[in-house]
């Protein structure tokens, strides 16, 4: 294999962004190819950005954080603001390089679609980009003809077992989630679950956020949306189930009845790699698989009374338009309200539903539709406040 593309970090200090790191230098010490890391994408974590800037000679930084910004001290060239990093892009990125979308939540689209538009690759860690605008995204990647591949593991597990079949060939698809801290428990018992308790992930190490998601299962809902629009199927056709081993990743059922399913540790250096690496597969970066634990895997159904997110998600993607975005926006702001302290854990849910109710979807046009929807959202979800905590 030659020498790899250029990579465009986005989202370099989060987990995924820093196991991308480790894969790069990975691949460069194996011989697969270079690989060198152009920029780095952060939203405040100005500590860690000057150490991977010393570690990867990134040559241009982007700070989401203006007032962060301000303290860098860095040899990069800086671009600021919550438009920075899509600048960044656009000036910087060329046709064949890689951009690693790692970035939390929807601030990530604007530079995922500059990513496109300069011909990269798109590495896809974030799934509220597909969310809130698959619509736009996913036709301006075909037109450009630009691969978008996912790193999120279970999506990772469903390209990987469908190898290029076509949607007409597929029964459905199936990702599976641990389960999160709250598995096996009602919905009434974890109402009043505290932020350390939410946050307390049995098997992966993310980001605050994606981790509140993972106890709501928010995030298995946002994965469902995700994977409509990577792999083109309807709603009824997209499922998740519980695995807390968090060893399978995904299966594929195809209309003649066979299933293929992907496995591996929980190690998000795999997908990175993947993604990173694709068609061809090098010596792993990550986990090896350790076959004592194949000893013992469970799967159960879905709480859907006690985890009510993935339901929001079937009936988003029914509705298309502005539906995702409604539901993203609204579910960032909760999930901000609740490490806030400032709501209670079942409150995120209800805050959710009531957004996702009372904003009406209506089609997407342009990224402009996109931003009207996520601030209706966000702003319902900021009314409403008050009346809950009132009523704690």
Known sequence: MSDGPRIFLLGSTGSIGCNAIEVAEHLRRDGVG?????????????????????RTGAAFVSIASTERASQYRGDATVYTGPDGAAEMVRRHARSGDILIAAVVGSAGIDAVMAGIERGCRIALANKETLVAAGSLVMPAARAAGVDVLPVDSEHSAIFQCLHGDPPRAVERIVLTASGGPFRGRSREDIAAATIDEALAHPTWTMGRKITIDSATLANKALEIIEAHWLFGLPAERIDAIVHPQSI??????????????QAGP???????????TWPER??????????????????????????????????????????GTVLNASNEAAVEAFLDGRIRFGDIFTLVAGACKAIRSTKVGTMEDVRVA?????????????????QE
């Open 34 to 54: 270079e690989f060198p890391i152009a920029a780095l994408g952060i939203g405040s974590n100005i500590d860690l950005l000057a150490e991977q800037e010393a």
């Open 248 to 261: 399978i990743h995904g299966f594929v059922e195809f209309v003649d009845g066979s299933v293929l399913a």
């Open 266 to 276: 929980p190690d998000m250096r795999t997908p990175i790699q993947l993604a990173l």
């Open 282 to 323: 090098t010596a792993a970066s990550g986990r090896q698989m350790c076959w004592e634990d194949l000893r013992s895997l469970e799967f159960s159904p879905i709480d859907h009374e006690a985890f009510p997110m993935i339901g929001l998600a079937w009936d988003a993607i029914r509705e298309g338009g502005t539906s």
């Open 374 to 390: 996520d601030y209706a959202a966000r702003q319902w979800i900021a009314e409403q406040l008050p009346s809950v905590v009132a």
